[in-house]
């Protein structure tokens, strides 16, 4: 059974807090007739502090779409490695152990993948399989743990290392002054993530079952105009009121396992927002504890994109893990609009072991005992 081990993060060394985000939006737009309208949802946010790639002052330029990439493909090679190289750790593996790499960020484009690189300077096999996934975007942790599980499940004796790399920052448009737009400036931090699925043994969330589902007709509801300056985040007013139709599709899919909401251990969701948050506790009737570790990486981090996940994943590790077999739940939320969600419960096995192995020497030893 795969195991979602515990994940790597790393955030850039430039912060940025709520004071000085407000403070930035009534100079720069203090002319806007909704000015006091974006003030107020930045405040709402509950994002105390953002991790930028770059200094606040290269952040707020625009040199164009192409010095914006470079400097995207440049941070990522800087980055990543260092985080890879602690997830496989936190696994008890190595690089020729991985047997799929799925890349997800929806922040800058590279071709081939950064998974190329990543093959051709870290150890990875050259029969390393590759899975960048770029359109899905806040959607995309979720579904990069679906589509690992997917693949031990085909072949079960495999690894996949998931890495996320979001420089969201490297989106900002200074001529957008939708309200959108302008909510999205004070919302969004930069982080990389990784972690590493094993196919045996390992401590962490045993994936038992994972499930799409995509809300009909909200395709313009969070989307990217690509345009000459890179891409601008396009956000409807309708999205904070998604978990009304997202939230009956996990308890469907926790009912579907046989297991109940109001049952299970813990929590790891995508926090693009406190309403969502919100919302899942009115609509699923939970407590606002169960969402703790979600709302502490938007508070400390904003929204990290595809690395939300895992960041609440790593909080969660942080306090201690779960207790064995604890029943637990991963959603990711993006464009579509889109949810990919798993379920599956706690397991505690030192890295490197394989527990089917354990129990057959356990039952042999057993064996001799009575025979002697």
Known sequence: MATLCRPAI???????????????????????????????????????????????????????????????????????PEVVRQALANAGTDPADIDLIVYVSCTGFMMPSLT?????????????????IAQLGCAAGGAAINRAHDFCRAYPDSNVLIVSCEFCSLCYQPTDIGVGSLLSNGLFGDAISAAVVRGQGGTGMKLERNGSHLVPDTEDWISYAVRDTGFHFLLDKRVPGTMEMLAPVLKDLVDLHGWSVPAMDFFIVHAGGP????????????????????????????????????????????????????????????????AEVAVGSWAHHAPGSDPDRELADLELDAGVALSG
């Not at 290269?58 to 800087?78: C, D, I, M, S, W």
């Not at 190329?116 to 960048?132: D, H, K, S, V, Y």
């Not at 009737?285 to 929204?303: I, K, Q, W």
Request: net charge negative; hydrophobic share 40%; with cysteine.
């Open 275 to 338: 309403r969502i948050l919100d919302d899942l506790c009115h609509f699923l009737d939970l407590p606002m504890e169960m969402f703790r570790y979600s709302r502490a990486t938007l508070t400390e981090r904003g929204n990290i994109a595809s690395s939300v996940v895992f960041d609440a994943l790593a909080r969660l590790f942080d306090d201690g893990g779960a207790a064995e077999s604890a029943q637990g739940l991963i959603a990711g939320f993006g464009p579509g609009i889109t």
């Open 10 to 80: 790393a955030v850039p060394e430039h912060v940025i807090t709520m004071q000085q985000t407000l403070e930035l939006a009534r100079e720069t737009h203090h002319g806007h007739p909704q000015r006091d309208l974006v003030l107020r949802l930045i405040r709402n946010t509950g994002v105390q502090t953002r991790h930028l790639v770059q200094p606040i002052e290269e952040t707020l330029k625009h040199p164009g779409f192409e010095l914006r990439n470079q400097v995207y493909e440049a941070e990522a090679k800087t980055r990543v």
């Open 116 to 132: 190329a690189w990543l093959i051709n300077t870290m150890g990875f096999r050259p029969e390393t399989r590759q899975l960048p």
